[in-house]
């Protein structure tokens, strides 16, 4: 099975600051690559699937990028409501399998 | 506006069968355009895709609890419904129900959550 890892597992940033996180595959997944905000409490929520296709109505500081097993999220000013645990996933062949996630809040 | 919903016991005893049902509203279960998937979430193992199903019957389990599982689906209800046998404290966990877009030719991202149910196993 792929194995999804995710780097770096927590990070502080200040509002406005550009904010990148990383996923890698441990076999190619072609564009097969999805992102999700869990706020606490919350539900997951989809914000970006085929690797860089925002979902409708997700705000655009928010960008994917990447193909292969290297793939890259984005936010490009951090913002308070953007505290949350973000997690990729990759799709297209099961298992569908999810990143450990990486935890990002405000310094 | 499509929602799913999760319903099922809170708490199941060791060895026994956890049974879960997401009922669909807003929407027809039987749409060719989407799977129907259930996704758990533990603070040790994170989230884990445990297995979905199309509304042909036709399903897709995770390898690491095939032998376990089994996802029906009731159309005429706009359900589908989980089953998990010989539960342990390491199902312990939050169960999702979930739908899959299959607009694309690679589906398995899930575009719509239930709000999720806490399962506890224990004695």
């Known amino acids: 099975d792929i194995q999804m890892t995710q780097s770096p597992p927590s990070l502080s940033a200040s509002v406005g600051d550009r904010v990148t996180i990383t996923c890698r595959a441990s076999?190619?997944?072609?564009?097969?690559l999805a992102w999700y905000q869990q706020k606490p409490g919350k539900v997951p929520e989809l914000l970006i699937y085929?690797?860089?296709t925002l979902r409708s109505g997700v705000p655009s500081r928010f960008s994917g990028s990447g193909s292969g097993a290297d793939f890259t999220l984005t936010i490009g000013s951090l913002q308070p409501e953007d505290v949350a645990t973000y997690y990729c996933?990759?799709?297209?062949?099961?298992?569908?399998?999810f990143g450990p996630g990486t935890k990002v809040d405000i310094k | 506006q499509l929602q799913l919903q999760e319903s099922g016991p809170g708490l199941v005893k060791p060895s026994e069968t956890l049974s879960l049902t997401c009922t669909v509203s807003?929407?027809?279960?039987?749409?060719?355009?989407?799977?129907w998937g259930w996704i758990r979430q533990t603070p040790g193992k994170g989230l884990e895709w445990i297995g979905s199903?199309?509304?042909?019957?036709?399903?897709y389990y995770n390898s690491s609890l095939k032998s376990r599982v089994a996802i029906s689906v009731d159309t005429s209800r706009n359900q589908f419904s989980l089953k998990v046998i010989s539960m342990t404290a390491a199902d312990t966990a939050v169960y999702y129900c979930?739908?899959?877009?299959?607009?694309?030719?690679?589906?398995?991202?899930?575009?719509?959550w239930g709000r999720g149910t806490t399962v506890t196993v224990s004695s």
């Open positions: 199903i199309y509304y042909t019957g036709s399903t």
């Open positions: 979930a739908r899959h877009p299959t607009v694309t030719q690679a589906w398995g991202y899930m575009d719509v």
């Open positions: 996933q990759k799709y297209g062949i099961v298992p569908f399998t």
């Open positions: 085929a690797a860089s």
């Open positions: 807003g929407g027809y279960i039987s749409s060719t355009s989407y799977y």
């Open positions: 076999q190619g997944v072609g564009s097969s």
